[in-house]
C-alpha cells in the first residue's frame, strides 16, 4: 500500500511584526536591508510584536526630547519670527519627504531611511552651524554635529540610556554629512553600509539647497532672477520642479546590478554644486547673515566660558544626566549647551547677562 505523505504546512507569521517582516520579503528589492536581517543593537532587548526594528527606531526617535528641540533650532536664519522660515524640524521633514520618494522609487526600505533622516540633526547645537562653530573652537577636542547626533542617541537620551537605535541607523547618521565636500564617495569610512543611508545623505543637500534659497528669498537677500542658469537648465526653475528632477536623476542613474551605490547623472549633480556654492556666496556668508552669526556665537561662547568658570553652580543645577562624570566638566557645558533651542539659549544669557529692573515695593 503507497503511503501518502502530507502537504507541507505552509508557516504563517504569528505576530504584526513578523507579517510586516514577510512583507517585505516579497516586496522590496533585493538590494533592500532587511529588518529581519539587521546587524542589532548594542544592548539586546526584546523585540516589538508590533513594529520593525527600523519602525522601531524612527518611533523612539520622534517621541525623544532632541527630536522635539529641533522645532526651536536654527536653520539658516536665526531664531526667525517669521512663520513660514525653516527650522531643524521643518528641515528634517522635508529631508524625510525626499528620501521616502527615492527609497520607494528604488524598492528599497522607507522605514530605516525615515528613522535615519528623524536622528541626522539630533546633535545639532543651537543657532545652526555658527553654534556647532563655536563650540569646535572651545572644546578641546573640537565639535561636530554628527558626532553629536551619535552621542545623543547612544548615551544622553532617556535621562543617560539612550536609545539603543541599530547599527544600520546609527551608521547612517554618522554617515550623512558632508559639508562643502563631495556629495558622492567610494570612501567606505565615509559611504554608509546601506543604500537607504547612502539616500539620506543626498537627500539632506537636495532639501536643505532648495528650501534655503526658497526662505533667503522671503528675506530679501536673493531674487529668482539671480538662480544660476546651470541649476535652470538642469533642473528647472521651481521649487518643486527642481526636486522633481533631482529624485528622477537618483531613481534612473542608481543600477544596482552594475554597482551596489546610489549615483546620479553628472548634468544634476554639477546643478545641485552650483546651488550650494551659490548659496554661501549670496546667504550662509554674506554680512548681514554673517553679523548675526557672530552674535549667536558670542552668546555660546560666554555662556561656555560662565559654566566653566562657575563649575560647582553648573554641577548642582545644569549636569546633564547622560554626561557621565568622568567625562568632564567641558564636556558636560558642551552637551548642555548643545541641547538648548535658540530661544532657550538667549533666555539664559539674558538671565546672566543683562540687569534686571529693580523691583521697588
Not at 70 to 83: E, I, M, N, R, Y
Not at 121 to 133: M, N, S, V
Not at 321 to 347: K, N, Q, S, W
Request: glycine share 6%; with cysteine; net charge neutral.
Amino acid at each position: 500500500m503507497e503511503i501518502m505523505s502530507e502537504p507541507a504546512r505552509k508557516i504563517e507569521p504569528k505576530t504584526i511584526r513578523e507579517r510586516l517582516e514577510a512583507n517585505e520579503r516579497v516586496t522590496l528589492s533585493p538590494y533592500a536591508q532587511l529588518s529581519e536581517r539587521t546587524k542589532g543593537r548594542k544592548v539586546p532587548e526584546p523585540q516589538c510584536d508590533l513594529r520593525p526594528v527600523f519602525q522601531h527606531d524612527r518611533d523612539k526617535i520622534i517621541h525623544s526630547k532632541a527630536f522635539r528641540r529641533l522645532a526651536g533650532k536654527t536653520q539658516v536664519f536665526l531664531a526667525p519670527a517669521g512663520d513660514h522660515y525653516r527650522t531643524r524640524m521643518t528641515h528634517t521633514l522635508e529631508v524625510a519627504q525626499f528620501a521616502r520618494s527615492v527609497t520607494s522609487f528604488l524598492g528599497l526600505n522607507e522605514m530605516l531611511t525615515e528613522a535615519i533622516v528623524m536622528g541626522h540633526d539630533l546633535g545639532h547645537t543651537p543657532f545652526g552651524h555658527a553654534g556647532e562653530k563655536v563650540l569646535a573652537h572651545l572644546m578641546p577636542n573640537g565639535f561636530h554635529h554628527v558626532k553629536q547626533s551619535i552621542r545623543v542617541v547612544e548615551q544622553l537620551e532617556r535621562d543617560g540610556v539612550g536609545l539603543n537605535l541599530t547599527e544600520e541607523v546609527r551608521d547612517g547618521i554618522l554617515k550623512h554629512s558632508k559639508g562643502k565636500g563631495q556629495i558622492f564617495s567610494d570612501n567606505p569610512n565615509l559611504t554608509a553600509m546601506t543604500l537607504e543611508g547612502q539616500i539620506v545623505r543626498i537627500a539632506d543637500i537636495a532639501a536643505y539647497v532648495n528650501h534655503d534659497f526658497d526662505d533667503a528669498r522671503r528675506a530679501g537677500l536673493v531674487k529668482d532672477a539671480e538662480m544660476p542658469d546651470v541649476v535652470v537648465k538642469e533642473l528647472g526653475q521651481t521649487h518643486g520642479e527642481r526636486l522633481d528632477t533631482l529624485v528622477r536623476a537618483l531613481v534612473e542613474e542608481s543600477r544596482f546590478d552594475e554597482k551596489r551605490m546610489i549615483r546620479m547623472a553628472d548634468g544634476p549633480l554639477q546643478a545641485l554644486y552650483a546651488l550650494r556654492d551659490f548659496l554661501y556666496e549670496k546667504v550662509y556668508e554674506t554680512k548681514s547673515v554673517r553679523a548675526e552669526f557672530d552674535k549667536a556665537q558670542r552668546i555660546l561662547e560666554e555662556l561656555y566660558k560662565h559654566f566653566l568658570t562657575h563649575g560647582d553652580e553648573f554641577r548642582a543645577t545644569h549636569w546633564p544626566a547622560g554626561t557621565r562624570p568622568e567625562e568632564g566638566l567641558e564636556r558636560a557645558v558642551a552637551d548642555f549647551l548643545c541641547g538648548m533651542t535658540d530661544r532657550f539659549a538667549i533666555r539664559t544669557y539674558e538671565q546672566l547677562r543683562v540687569p534686571r529692573p529693580f523691583a521697588v515695593v
